[in-house]
């Protein structure tokens, strides 16, 4: 198994940047697909970026495409996501989530295993 630990959420302003980081444990991340989730207050929980083995590929919401990067380092069992140009709709509580599959995937039940999140709040 492989546990998640996110990092990096704060309080931010409109229009800045965070860079949120997922430190996995228990076993090397480089055979499991990565994902970003975020989930809003009354809302579900929707895809944000996803990330294959290598990092070869990635996929992205509409909502936050040209604005967020996910990367992955292996080497440091770490994944990442910067988010630039930071809007109050972004506001949520992010997650990372892994998946024992090479295929990206966008919904929430194609992951095995979850971070608890971090706490982002964009201020207008």
């Known amino acids: 198994q492989v546990q998640l630990v996110e990092s990096g959420g704060g309080l931010v302003q409109a229009g800045g940047s965070l860079r949120l980081s997922c430190a996995a444990s228990?076993?090397?991340?480089?055979?499991?697909?990565m994902g970003w989730f975020r989930q809003a207050p009354g809302k579900e929980r929707e895809f944000v970026a996803g990330?294959?083995?290598?990092?070869?590929?990635?996929d992205y919401a509409v909502s936050v495409k040209g604005r967020f990067t996910i990367s992955r380092d292996n080497a440091k069992n770490t994944v990442y996501l910067q988010m630039n140009s930071l809007k109050p709709e972004d506001t949520a509580v992010y997650s990372c989530a892994a998946r024992g599959g090479p295929d990206l995937r966008r919904s929430p039940s194609d992951y095995g295993y979850w971070g608890q999140g971090t706490q982002v709040t964009v201020s207008s």
């Open positions: 990330i294959s083995w290598r990092g070869s590929n990635t």
């Open positions: 228990g076993r090397s991340i480089s055979i499991y697909t």
